[in-house]
């Protein structure tokens, strides 16, 4: 069964930065397709951050783009930087990995509070 451990987050200030990393075990590299982040603020939907895919491509959320940046550093972990915060990120942000089997794994999120 696949596990994604998530690392990171916290609180700071608008305007600072923060970083995110995600690991998965319990999957075999092959059949992993995409993996990345998404978030969910209080009374929202869960919305895409960021996702690479195994064709090479990276996917950014139209809000976090010039701002935050996907790194891939294998096929199973991935970080995601994520600079000049502002109020309206705060949100749980939860690790995705797809595979072939057309099933997701999530984490189980990890708190990202940006104060004015």
């Known amino acids: 069964q696949v596990q994604l451990r998530e690392s990171g987050g916290g609180e700071v200030q608008a305007g600072g930065s923060l970083s995110l990393l995600c690991t998965a075990s319990g999957v075999i590299t092959s059949a992993v397709t995409a993996m990345g982040w998404y978030r969910q603020a209080p009374g929202k939907q869960r919305e895409l951050v960021a996702i690479?895919?195994?064709?090479?491509?990276t996917d950014y959320g139209d809000s976090v783009k010039g701002r935050f940046t996907l790194s891939v550093h294998s096929a199973k972990r991935v970080s995601l930087q994520m600079n000049s915060l502002k109020p309206d990120d705060t949100a749980v942000y939860y690790c995705?990995?797809?595979?072939?089997?057309?099933?997701?794994?999530w984490g189980q999120g990890t708190q990202v509070t940006v104060s004015s």
């Open positions: 995705n990995l797809r595979r072939t089997t057309g099933s997701d794994g």
């Open positions: 690479h895919t195994r064709g090479g491509t």
